[in-house]
């Protein structure tokens, strides 16, 4: 940078610092003189060039650091890596060599190849001495004390070896010599295995010394001093020369080797950073830099607080036009259950104003006056705590022209951004929509089911006309007997008694038809749909007229079997006397073949599987026809499938219909040999029961 350049920077420097010195020179005690304020003004300049000098230092001092760091990593990971591969490479040599060839050729080999290397050892599975090969460049370690703990080691490491089926590593030990001088060494053992079964060890003996000269030393012992050392900082070997004139910068780092680890040191020295340097191109530099930071930063919030801003805007219109498209009304409350807001849809379905409504609490104006005390007392158990979260519940608003209409609300708490409930946020469904579907499919089912029962009566005509006619041709024959007998001037005497008994038995067969006529028409007539506890027999004698009918014309015998003890079922009358008829008559079709002979059909009452909270009676129809083949049965409940030539395919699936609505279950299976069970279950007479009913 030349001076040119730097001349407006520095005189802009000096500018600010005039008038900053102008303020500040009203503060100083008797300081008016201009010789006190330019000595002052220099005594500032020279603390901030000293303070920046240092800092200079002290980052400079810190990279030197973090060099040596780096450089230590790189000299941990390339030791590491070292001794990875050579124990790779001596496993798989060992391993494709014979052992004669391995350990008259290759070991010697390997020894001069690898200088860190001072012994290769063979040990047998019981860590006998098999083979050993000393290095050439020292002498042979085994002219040496044997020392007891170096036993041990190589023992805990060929175990560790052992158990992780890999190389291990023991810890470094003292070897003395004969004249009293010795050297540091560390074991590698790795297990020898044949076919999957361990046969022995391979033992390589390393000198500490020897493994930072010949791995470390070439490549980071030109510059620094290497070292391994105990955890107090006693070396067991160094290697390497430095400048002892120079400031020295110290870095370790652990060596992880399976089963030990070694701390590896580097020192390293370096002069001292030169503090006067450039010192002028350095402030005004790092004051450039500094300003221009500080305007980039400061263009760059002014970017993001307008892009934040620009955001939160978009964000809230977005979710003010959501919010005023839903159909769903939103009700917020805080914990007092005032109404802090009302979305559009709220309002609309309402009829109030979003200022009429916001700010109230109990009574609300939407609140039907009947029902405010019931509503309190709702509202004061839901603010309380006591109702399950986003459970839903349905209620009756009124609108300001007061009509009333249902609705189904969901509330769940409100939480803040700290985590805390500050309200209840509510959404409020309009149902008067789905009360009207529900009431038209109600309808439409009814009339189906009549539909259903007036072609089941359609079917049974024949059967009806066979049973009339036999009390009317009993009465037709009795009218014309007591006739006669008052046309016999013979028979005066017993006139009067036979003409009695002509007409009890006339009276008998009139009852016989009207009863046969009133349970088809109660049957087939439409009523409300009203649940009642029925007992289980009252429901078999309503139907049992009409099931006799075909069973007299289709030779079946009906057996019932209930049990007296069952409790009552709470059901429709006649939607379940549908079901039981339509059952009993298609188990007694099915029977209608020529070759079934033994033709009986079995219906049933007992207790189904109960729970705490609900009891069930479970009815069965049982036949003996010829069962239902697997492609009929997939498509049994298909309304309008049939496969009766005059059916219209309406029962089975009103049968189902009718039990589910009730909370039942229809199903049917084989019966072995031959025959099918079809069963549904009914909601017994409980007090929970009795209590959903009435609400």
């Not at 149902?431 to 439409?444: G, L, M």
């Not at 007997?481 to 001037?489: F, R, T």
């Not at 009906?558 to 409790?567: E, K, M, Y």
């Amino acid at each position: 940078m030349t001076s040119n350049a730097l001349t407006p920077r520095l005189q802009a420097l000096q500018q600010r610092a005039t008038a900053w010195w102008h303020t500040f020179e009203e503060t100083l005690p008797g300081g008016r003189g201009r010789g006190s304020l330019w000595l002052a003004l220099i005594a500032l300049v020279l603390a901030l060039l000293i303070v920046l000098v240092w800092l200079a230092g002290r980052y400079e001092t810190s990279q030197l650091q973090a060099n040596l760091d780096r450089d230590t990593a790189d000299a941990v990971n390339d030791l590491r890596r070292q001794m990875t591969r050579q124990s790779q490479s001596l496993q798989g040599l060992q391993s494709n060599t014979p052992a004669d060839l391995f350990w008259g050729i290759e070991a010697p080999a390997l020894l001069r190849e690898h200088r860190e290397w001072l012994r290769l050892e063979s040990l047998d599975y019981e860590l006998k001495l098999e083979n050993q090969v000393d290095t050439p460049f020292r002498k042979p370690i085994s002219d040496r004390a044997v020392r007891t703990d170096s036993l041990n080691e190589t023992a805990q490491a060929c175990a560790k070896a052992r158990h992780i089926n890999g190389p291990s590593y023991s810890s470094t030990y003292f070897l003395p010599q004969s004249d009293g001088i010795g050297f540091e060494v560390m074991k590698m053992c790795l297990p020898q295995t044949r076919d999957g079964v361990l046969i022995g060890f391979t033992i390589v003996t390393y000198g500490l010394q020897e493994l930072l000269s010949e791995i470390l030393g070439n490549s980071f012992g030109q510059r620094n001093e290497l070292s391994f050392t105990e955890p107090d900082g006693t070396r067991l070997a160094i290697t390497g020369s430095q400048n002892r004139s120079l400031r020295v910068f110290t870095s370790q780092q652990l060596v992880d080797l399976p089963g030990n680890t070694l701390v590896f040191r580097m020192d390293g020295r370096h002069s001292e950073p030169n503090p006067f340097a450039n010192v002028l191109t350095a402030l005004v530099t790092a004051m450039s830099f500094a300003l221009i930071t500080v305007m980039i930063l400061l263009a760059k919030d002014s970017r993001r607080r307008l892009k934040a801003e620009r955001d939160l805007a978009e964000a809230l219109a977005f979710r003010k036009a959501m919010e005023d498209s839903l159909v769903t009304g939103l009700r917020a409350r805080d914990l007092g259950g005032r109404i802090t807001y009302v979305n559009p849809a709220f309002c609309q379905m309402v009829g109030f104003e979003a200022d009429m409504i916001t700010g109230r609490n109990a009574p609300m104006p939407y609140w039907p006056p009947e029902m405010v005390d019931e509503y309190k007392q709702r509202q004061a158990i839901r603010l309380a705590g006591n109702v399950p979260p986003r459970e839903g519940f349905e209620s009756v608003f009124m609108r300001q022209d007061g009509t009333r209409f249902p609705v189904l609300i969901i509330e769940a708490p409100l939480i803040s951004m700290q985590g805390q409930q500050t309200g209840w946020m509510g959404a409020v469904i309009d149902i008067s929509e789905q009360r009207r579907i529900e009431e038209i499919s109600r309808s439409s089912q009814e009339r189906l089911q009549a539909t259903a029962r007036l072609a089941t009566v359609g079917e049974m005509a024949s059967l009806l006309s066979h049973e009339l006619n036999q009390p009317l041709a009993a009465i037709s024959s009795y009218a014309n007997g007591s006739l006669n007998l008052l046309k016999d001037p013979q028979a005066k005497a017993k006139t009067l008694d036979d003409v009695h008994m002509a007409l009890r038995r006339i009276a008998e067969q009139a009852e016989r038809a009207g009863r046969v006529i009133n349970s088809v028409h109660d049957f087939v007539r439409r009523r409300d749909q009203a649940r009642e506890p029925l007992t289980p027999r009252a429901l078999f004698d309503a139907v049992a007229p009409l099931v006799q009918l075909q069973a007299r014309k289709l030779q079946v015998i009906v057996q019932t079997q209930i049990d007296p003890h069952l409790p009552e079922v709470i059901c429709d009358r006649t939607m379940v006397e549908q079901v039981l008829l339509n059952l009993a008559r298609n188990g007694m079709q099915a029977m209608d073949k020529p070759g079934c002979s033994d033709r009986r059909l079995l219906i049933k009452a007992r207790r189904a599987a109960c729970n705490a909270d609900q009891a069930w009676v479970e009815f069965s129809v049982t036949d003996v026809g010829e069962g239902i083949s697997e492609s009929v049965s997939q498509q049994l409940f298909t309304p309008f499938f049939t496969t009766k030539s005059e059916g219209m395919g309406l029962g089975l699936s009103l049968c189902r219909t009718v039990v589910e609505q009730h909370g039942g279950h229809l199903k049917f299976e084989a019966l072995m040999p031959k025959g099918t069970v079809f069963r549904f279950t009914l909601p017994a007479k409980t007090p929970l029961i009795l209590d959903k009913i009435h609400t």
